[in-house]
């Protein structure tokens, strides 16, 4: 029994030692001293990004990499960082060595813009795309554009590119830098507008409560039901406000005015002349009619076509959705009508039947969870009892207005989108 108890230690001695050598000798990851992005093909060219007809981004841009020497098989994840040169970059590492530095993009430069920049996009692949739209949004970010001050000019940008397997970080690697030149693109979230700038509103190239809107995003196409006053029809549009020789929208390119007179209908049509980069000082013609005596227009401008339509219109008019009114977001049959043209404040008069009363009003009709004016609170409970009821209102609530015990007779509703104010009394 001793000896076999002998040997069993010295087998057990002997498996400890072996299993000992082999763990000194199971492959590390090193660190690397050797990642390379690889300059790109079209690198001595300008990168256009540029968007279609819906604002949709046409290009993405790929870069390549080596593997980083980590001594063994491993799948890293490769980050792309720009900058607008490479003393950025240098001063970026700078405050990254400090441990001022982080990759929330929030180290500012002399410009209080982010010296460097790090794309959302992450990629496990060697070959790493980046979605035009992630590129030129880290480049606008950088030199500060967007849609009122960009024309689409060519920028230098400097890439590099960060390499790290996880839970290591002595693995961590940055690639040299390449240089490139881009031309950006701007999203757009929303449909645009044209500002009408004239005698309505004071020939101010900030005015910004006049304009036409975007029928839908990318269709080009702006429409608006404008008030015009008597004796004061000239005027010209503007895509952007701040600059008076860039991006007007006019009768000509000259700047002078243009005599317009409307047909039997009460319908003019024309062509649109417009700038075609910053500062060209085109499209400054007027539109001009002396004989005006004051109205509403339906104006609508097709920037595809180069074509205005304006047709004499009736009042501008939000809308009651209601018990009294069918509860139909469709139909047009109670409409408060601006009152006075341009005053922003929208009157009218309903016959309501006695019992309880509910309502809400929309700006447009059609969709019932857009474009609704509820009121401030969510609170939408009103009394007549001691006279007329004024309340506050806001275009981000959606709730209605409420009274249980509606005598019956004529009901006015006054709405101020300016003021922000509701008044509700019994009409005559």
Not at 60 to 78: A, E, H, K, L, R
Request: a negative charge.
């Amino acid at each position: 029994m001793k000896k076999i108890s002998l040997l069993t230690l010295l087998f057990m001695a002997l498996g400890m030692g072996m299993t000992g050598c082999k763990d000194d000798t199971q492959p590390r990851l090193e660190v690397p001293t050797e990642f390379v992005l690889n300059t790109p093909a079209m690198a001595d060219q300008t990168y256009i990004f540029r968007d279609d007809e819906a604002y949709k981004p046409l290009n993405d841009i790929t870069f390549t990499v080596s593997q980083p020497n980590y001594g063994v098989g491993c799948t890293p994840d490769y980050s792309v960082q720009i900058a607008k040169n490479e003393a950025d970059f240098e001063k970026w590492d700078a405050a990254e060595k400090t441990g001022d530095a982080s990759e929330d993009n929030s180290i500012l430069g002399e410009d209080e813009k982010p010296l460097a920049f790090m794309l959302e996009t992450v990629s496990s692949s060697a070959s790493i795309t980046i979605p035009g739209e992630v590129f030129c949004a880290g480049v606008n970010t950088l030199y500060g554009f967007d849609l009122d001050n960009y024309n689409h000019e060519t920028v230098p940008v400097v890439v590099r590119v960060k390499a790290a397997v996880a839970n290591a970080p002595q693995s961590v690697i940055w690639s040299n830098a390449v240089n490139i030149n881009v031309s950006s693109y701007i999203p757009v979230s929303e449909p645009g507008k044209l500002y009408l700038i004239g005698q309505p509103t004071g020939w101010d190239i900030n005015a910004d409560k006049v304009y036409l809107e975007e029928t839908g995003i990318g269709t080009k196409i702006y429409f608006g039901n404008v008030f015009i006053p008597a004796g004061e029809f000239q005027f010209r549009f503007y895509s952007a406000l701040g600059d008076w020789e860039s991006n007007a929208v006019g009768s000509q390119d000259a700047d002078s005015p243009k005599d317009i007179s409307f047909n039997a209908d009460g319908l003019y049509e024309g062509s649109v002349f417009m700038g075609k980069k910053k500062g060209d000082k085109l499209g400054k013609g007027s539109w001009q009619d002396a004989s005006w005596t004051g109205g509403n227009l339906e104006i609508t401008v097709n920037l595809k076509e180069m074509t205005i339509t304006m047709q004499k219109a009736k009042p501008k008019a939000i809308y009651v959705v209601g018990s009294f009114q069918g509860w139909n977001v469709s139909d047009d049959n109670c409409p408060l009508e601006e009152n006075p043209g341009g005053s922003n404040i929208y009157v009218g008069t309903f016959d309501v039947p006695a019992g309880a009363v509910e309502f809400a009003v929309y700006e447009k009709l059609g969709d019932w969870e857009a474009n609704y004016v509820g009121p401030a609170g969510g609170n939408g409970a009103f009394s007549l009892a001691s006279g007329p009821f004024i309340g506050d209102i806001d275009s981000s609530v959606k709730a209605n207005w409420k009274n249980e015990s509606w005598a019956g007779g004529k009901m006015k509703i006054t709405v101020d989108l300016n003021g922000k104010k509701i008044n509700i009394e019994a009409g005559e």
